[in-house]
Nanobody, 120 residues
């Protein structure tokens, strides 16, 4: 059983930046970030697979960057030019499969989430 622990959330003004981190207790094949705002469905933000292939949601392209440190089993999400609509609980997710997808049902493990608040 792999455990994921996110950190880095917080409150920022619109236009600001945050960097989220997620540490895994074991080896991860595929990673992703998801977010969920109150009353809305969980939404895929970005995913990364072992060969470095990356997928972004259209709404974050050019502003968010997903990366990982394989040696440290750590995933990152650099979020720039944040908008009020980006406010949500952000979740780290991991899969035992080589999936490059933003569909949540492909991911086996989930973190507890880290809150991102964006004020205008």
């Amino acid at each position: 059983q792999v455990q994921l622990v996110e950190s880095g959330g917080g409150s920022v003004q619109a236009g600001g930046s945050l960097r989220l981190s997620c540490v895994a207790s074991g080896y991860i094949y595929s990673w992703a970030w998801f977010r969920q705002a109150p009353g809305k469905e969980r939404q895929g933000v970005a995913s990364i697979v072992p060969d470095g292939g990356i997928t972004y949601a259209d709404s974050v392209k050019g502003r968010f960057t997903i990366s990982r440190d394989k040696a440290k089993n750590t995933l990152f999400l650099q979020m720039n030019s944040l908008k009020s609509e980006n406010a949500a609980m952000y979740y780290c997710a991991a899969s035992s499969y080589p999936v490059r997808t933003l569909l949540p049902h492909w991911y086996d493990y989930w973190g507890q989430g880290t809150q991102v608040t964006v004020s205008s």
